[in-house]
């Protein structure tokens, strides 16, 4: 079975917002916190919550962390709307969107090898071009990038504003190995699912204008953005699999949760870890400011501990 309905359903408003996470390894505390701060801002106005698996790249994804991962939410109270919609069902909508910026010569395939593209440093140089590798060619694909600045207000860090063809490039939207980028799968999806508010991990901030330039040239509209800061280890790492962050446990869940609404700005007082997750959930729903969360890249995990 590929999807899992739950059974909240608030009245509906204008917003609809969602949580997208990748099925690469179980929540940590860092997501966890992204996602409390993705479902408080879509409750505290009446809106939708919707869950969308980000599971485009099977190699990197254990069987079963989906499960996982929606298992843990539940766990902390954490109920979405409707059905989950998983990216691995979703490759013809990608491939639509892809044909119908190729069909508008703003796509061009790029042969350059990892050491290359390696040494040029974060913005590619648009070697491949004007090479026009053919379309069966062993290639990434890349987006034709102008000189157009993009600029938006983030609700939590502020006015954004990126040239984006110096700042990144052209940059990739099918991988060599023929997957769909990130860019342009989120990009669908985001207007598939109508969404009108993206509250996410402050390491997404810097690919919202290539999110915001494909939206232009799909003809969707552009939602609203939230970026709240991401979690650091003690070594200022953020935390991630990679880094081993602890995954998250249940049996600890009320502290955790509380220490979710502390890092958010919402400042609970020491009743509240008396509260169940559910509980605490609809106290915060109730205060929940956006521009209370912290205007910050990063938090070290070790700072706001309670007690
Ligand atoms: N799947 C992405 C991640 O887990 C998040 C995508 C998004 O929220 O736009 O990092
Ligand atoms: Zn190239």
Redesign the pocket.
Known sequence: MKSRKSNCDPDSSGYTG?????PSGPLHFG?LL?AVASYLDARSQRGRWLMRM?DLDPEREPPGTDKLILQQLQDFGLCWDGEVIYQSSRLSAYAEAFRQLDSRGLCYRCDCSRQRIKALGSVYDRHCRNRSLPDDSDAAIRLRTDDRKIEFEDLIQGPQSQQIAQQTGDFIIRRRDGLFA?QLA?VVDDAMQDITH?V??W??LE?TPRQIYLQRLLGYRTPVYAHVPIITNESGQKLSKQHFAEPLDAAHRDKLLTRCLHFLGLQPGPEISRLSVAEQLRWATGRWHIQAVPKLATIPEVSLIPE
């Open positions: 969602r949580f997208a996470p990748s997501s992204a980000e990130y989120v993206v996410r991990g390491d997404l690919s």
